[in-house]
């Protein structure tokens, strides 16, 4: 079974940068499409970018869009999201997921594999 191990959360001011990566063992990721979401203490599970297995393909939630950069790749069997312009309302725990199937995905319940999160601070 696929696992996935999330990296390079932590503290940053607004403004600054974080790339949170997103590695896999078990399987390679090169057929698979991948996402990550967020979840904010007292808040729902929400979806913020996913990519298709080719990495051709990508999507954002409005709230990042312009400032967050998925990408990936498959000869690494990595996952990045690049976050730019950070912003307090993106502190969060972020975690990686994947399908094992090809297109493209941005809701929960399409992924078959979780990371266990990376947590995300931004201070004001």
């Known amino acids: 079974q696929v696992q996935l191990v999330e990296s390079g959360g932590g503290l940053v001011q607004a403004g600054g940068s974080l790339r949170l990566s997103c590695a896999a063992s078990?399987?390679?990721?090169?057929?698979?499409?991948m996402g990550w979401f967020r979840q904010a203490p007292g808040k729902e599970r929400e979806f913020v970018a996913s990519?298709?297995?080719?990495?051709?393909?990508?999507r954002y939630t409005d709230s990042v869009k312009g400032r967050f950069t998925i990408s990936r790749d498959n000869a690494k069997n990595t996952v990045y999201l690049q976050m730019n312009s950070l912003k307090p309302e993106d502190t969060a725990v972020y975690y990686c997921?994947?399908?094992?199937?090809?297109?493209?995905?941005?809701?929960?319940?399409?992924?078959?594999?979780w990371g266990q999160g990376t947590q995300v601070t931004v201070s004001s």
């Open positions: 990519i298709s297995w080719s990495g051709s393909s990508k």
């Open positions: 078990g399987r390679t990721l090169s057929s698979y499409a």
């Open positions: 997921a994947a399908r094992a199937e090809r297109g493209i995905y941005f809701r929960e319940w399409e992924y078959d594999y």
